[in-house]
């Protein structure tokens, strides 16, 4: 029985139930991602099709592409990425911000480099259900200082998407989902709910953590790890402590699965099969969504060749 109950308090921490290194592999031109999720021992994780620790420099990086069918989220550690899409819509995304991208029924568009030497990032793809694949295309975009933070007892948390330690991201998931970068000093400890039912993650970005119950099996990782959580266990939440001397940051992402069939052709997902067929005619006749395909280049004016 647990001594007593807070609001946010983890009765019973998730545990551990796999533990992946993501090697670098090639992709776009000449960028080099470490992927985790969307790799073939793990090709969903429901709701997530990838999650791409991704690097680049100049000239390489992830020219003229289409999307249909999920989402994008791009979390720029270092550096900066130009983003430019075939509706004029053009930015760039710095060391700090996020972009939330919805390609719903169709985005086409290009990302490269932005700044001088490396630009390193997270990008993660979040599937849409069914009902949701075909939504017209939509951004959020928040800069670095916008970005909800708070640090409590030596826990540092950037908010993403939903809420921690009393900290609330602006961003609407259609696929409800919590995103959060925390940092934990050398010593620091943190308790963090999780909705029931939800999966989850945690991917390490530096240092080494404990992750686990720590009256359980406790796992160590440390950068490029990637850990899934249990889900159904009855743990609410994840536990995780700093014993090294430096500091350690990972980020813990959850989601719920929407328990779908899940067609995939490179950066289209869908349902079925005869939805991907459809798809690639729309895309190679320019119509439902595809439609400014047609005539658009990207500045760097080269395409991935979907
Ligand atoms: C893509 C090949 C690709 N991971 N991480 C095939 F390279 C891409 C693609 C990306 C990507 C872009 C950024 Cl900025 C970061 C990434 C893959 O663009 F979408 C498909 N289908
Ligand atoms: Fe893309």
Same mark, same amino acid.
């Given at each position: 029985?647990?001594?007593?109950?807070?609001?946010?308090?983890?009765?019973?921490?998730?545990?551990?139930?796999? /533990?992946?290194?993501?090697?670098?592999?090639?992709?776009?031109?000449?960028?080099?991602?470490?992927?985790?999720?969307?790799?073939?021992?793990?090709?969903?994780?429901?709701?997530?099709?990838?999650?791409?620790?991704?690097?680049?420099?100049?000239?390489?990086?992830?020219?003229?592409?289409?999307?249909?069918?999920?989402?994008?989220?791009?979390?720029?550690?270092?550096?900066?990425?130009?983003?430019?899409?075939?509706?004029?819509? /053009?930015?760039?995304?710095?060391?700090?911000?996020?972009?939330?991208?919805?390609?719903?029924?169709?985005?086409?568009?290009?990302?490269?480099?932005?700044?001088?030497?490396?630009?390193?990032?997270?990008?993660?793809?979040?599937?849409?259900?069914?009902?949701?694949?075909?939504?017209?295309?939509?951004?959020?975009?928040?800069?670095?200082?916008?970005?909800?933070?708070?640090?409590?007892?030596?826990?540092?948390?950037?908010?993403?998407?939903?809420?921690?330690?009393?900290?609330?991201?602006?961003?609407?998931?259609?696929?409800?989902?919590?995103?959060?970068?925390?940092?934990?000093?050398?010593?620091?400890?943190?308790?963090?709910?999780?909705?029931?039912?939800?999966?989850?993650?945690?991917?390490?970005?530096?240092?080494?953590?404990?992750?686990?119950?720590?009256?359980?099996?406790?796992?160590?990782?440390?950068?490029?790890?990637?850990?899934?959580?249990?889900?159904?266990?009855?743990?609410?939440?994840?536990?995780?402590?700093?014993?090294?001397?430096?500091?350690?940051?990972?980020?813990?992402?959850?989601?719920?699965?929407?328990?779908?069939?899940?067609?995939?052709?490179?950066?289209?997902?869908?349902?079925?099969?005869?939805?991907?067929?459809?798809?690639?005619?729309?895309?190679?006749?320019?119509?439902?969504?595809?439609?400014?395909?047609?005539?658009?280049?990207?500045?760097?004016?080269?395409?991935?060749?979907?």
């Amino acid at each position: 029985m647990p001594e007593r109950e807070d609001s946010c308090a983890v009765r019973d921490s998730r545990q551990v139930v796999k /533990k992946f290194l993501a090697r670098p592999q090639h992709e776009g031109v000449g960028a080099i991602v470490r992927r985790s999720i969307g790799r073939f021992e793990l090709k969903y994780f429901d709701p997530f099709l990838a999650l791409d620790e991704f690097s680049v420099t100049a000239p390489a990086g992830f020219p003229d592409h289409p999307h249909r069918g999920f989402e994008t989220v791009t979390y720029m550690l270092q550096g900066a990425v130009l983003h430019e899409d075939f509706e004029g819509h /053009k930015g760039t995304i710095g060391a700090g911000d996020v972009q939330w991208m919805t390609a719903g029924r169709g985005i086409v568009h290009s990302e490269m480099p932005a700044a001088q030497g490396t630009q390193k990032g997270l990008q993660l793809w979040i599937n849409l259900s069914s009902k949701h694949k075909m939504v017209e295309p939509r951004y959020q975009e928040i800069a670095s200082k916008d970005i909800a933070e708070a640090s409590i007892d030596g826990v540092k948390v950037r908010v993403i998407a939903g809420e921690a330690l009393g900290a609330k991201s602006p961003v609407y998931t259609i696929t409800p989902t919590m995103y959060l970068d925390f940092t934990l000093k050398p010593g620091a400890k943190l308790r963090q709910p999780i909705p029931a039912s939800w999966n989850a993650f945690v991917y390490v970005l530096e240092g080494e953590g404990g992750f686990g119950s720590a009256t359980k099996a406790v796992v160590t990782a440390s950068a490029h790890h990637l850990l899934l959580l249990s889900n159904g266990g009855g743990g609410d939440g994840l536990e995780a402590w700093n014993k090294s001397l430096k500091p350690v940051r990972f980020v813990l992402v959850g989601g719920e699965p929407l328990g779908e069939p899940v067609a995939q052709l490179g950066p289209f997902v869908m349902n079925t099969e005869e939805e991907i067929d459809r798809t690639v005619d729309d895309f190679e006749n320019f119509v439902n969504g595809f439609e400014n395909a047609r005539h658009w280049r990207s500045e760097s004016g080269i395409s991935l060749g979907f």
